[in-house]
């Protein structure tokens, strides 16, 4: 694997491809620069090498939400809004440009000298970067003399920045920093795993990790599965699950799953009970289940102190944790607890010698809301990207940097 680690940019301008898509508020205030951040240590390379940077991302989706007359929202999205939060953290002026592929964009990057970066408008603003357009890639490609891609949580798309540019930098592209670290990680986790290996699994559906339970099935030693997914299985099983979510078309797959976990010898704990609430909101009542017993009009919102002490003892003994999803609607304080036990007992584990990957999406907004980025192995930026790789998927980003 070729890093930016591995390349002089003395001379170079360099066009990376960077995630800074970040949330913001209404006023268009950044809440959370950590994607901005992750990006940095790539950045800082290139600059100390005598390199200058074009960095490229998107924002949001502009062409799924566009304004009443059909035209684009370019105050909505526009990545201006991250040019003086990224100035400040380099600690120099980053120059943007209104468009990435007018002849104004080529005059500013082509004129870039040593030391300074330009920061290209907002990628999908054209629908050819999320159709994979080679001439977009192309016009694109004009930017720079050599291709680092960053941008891991886009790794599995195969966007025009993301893909098909690479073509254009025969012998001159890497991967930056971030996106060497995400796949290191994600290796050590899927192919070198020290044992007893646990995935904990959660979030709102099991279509979702359907990929990602088989894959790991034979991989890993215990799977633990919370959130909503969990009241399929039950509902699969017989149980009466309230009001939970559930997918009835996916009750068939649940079984399947549990079978080939039993004959793989692979532990697939459920947890048994779940705090329940009478309605989906910060004011609901709230009371203690058994998940084969949630009675009508309520629904399972969080796992129960059984389960998390069941979670508990398997995560304390596991020299590997993957997490992926949160056990409960840890968003909403009285359904926290299961998912801030969970990431207590990895931090416990972590510090005790285990090797632990957050993977991303809820799992690293958990990890964050809780205090404990600093005190894990390991939080992903991948979100979709990461997930994919767990399910045994080619990464179109990946790959276009190893071909």
């Known amino acids: 694997m070729i890093t930016a680690g591995n390349i002089s940019f003395s001379g170079v301008r360099a066009l990376v491809r960077v995630d800074f898509n970040v949330p913001m508020d209404k006023s268009f205030h950044i809440t959370d620069d950590s994607r901005i951040r992750a990006a940095l240590p790539t950045i800082r390379k290139i600059l100390a090498d005598g390199g200058s940077v074009v960095l490229m991302s998107h924002l949001g989706r502009p062409q799924k939400k566009l304004k009443e ?56 603003f054209y629908k050819e970067e999320e159709k994979g357009s080679r001439d977009f890639a192309g016009k694109l490609a004009r930017h720079g003399t050599y291709y680092v891609n960053d941008a891991f949580g886009t790794a599995h798309r195969a966007h025009a920045s993301t893909a098909i540019i690479a073509e254009f930098f025969p012998g001159r592209k890497c991967f930056g920093f971030l996106m060497a670290a995400e796949l290191e990680n994600a290796e050590k986790v899927m192919n070198n795993s020290g044992h007893p290996f646990t995935a904990i699994l959660g979030g709102a559906k099991v ?94 919102l969080d796992i129960g102190p059984e389960s998390i002490r069941a979670f508990e003892k398997v995560v304390h003994s596991s020299r590997t944790i993957l997490w992926n999803g949160p056990m409960g609607v840890f968003e909403m304080k009285k359904f926290e607890e299961g998912t801030r036990k969970i990431a207590e007992a990895v931090v416990q584990a972590t510090g005790n010698g285990a090797w632990s990957l957050i993977g991303g999406g809820d799992s690293a907004a958990a990890i964050s809301k809780f205090g404990f980025e600093k005190q894990v192995s390991y939080v992903s930026t991948g979100g979709g990207a990461l997930l994919e790789y767990f399910e045994g998927k080619t990464l179109p980003g990946v790959k276009a940097l190893i071909d």
């Open 69 to 124: 007359d059909g035209s684009l929202d370019r105050e909505k999205f526009t990545l201006q809004h991250t040019v003086k939060r990224a100035s400040e953290l380099l600690g120099r002026p980053v120059l943007f440009s209104d468009d990435c592929i007018g002849e104004e964009a080529f005059q500013l990057s082509s004129s870039l000298k040593p030391g300074e970066v330009l920061l290209l408008e907002n990628l999908r």
């Open 207 to 300: 279509s979702d990790k359907i990929r990602i339970i088989e894959n790991l099935i034979g991989k890993a030693d215990n799977i633990l599965i919370g959130g909503g997914m969990a009241y399929t299985f039950f509902r699969a099983m017989g149980g009466h699950i309230g009001n939970s979510l559930t997918e009835d078309d996916k009750l068939d797959m649940a079984l399947r799953l549990m079978e080939k976990a039993r004959t793989a010898g692979c532990n697939l704990l459920l947890p048994e009970d779940s705090v329940i609430g009478d309605k989906f909101d910060h004011d609901a009542s709230t009371r203690i289940a058994s998940n084969r017993e949630i009675p009508d009009g309520w629904m399972g």
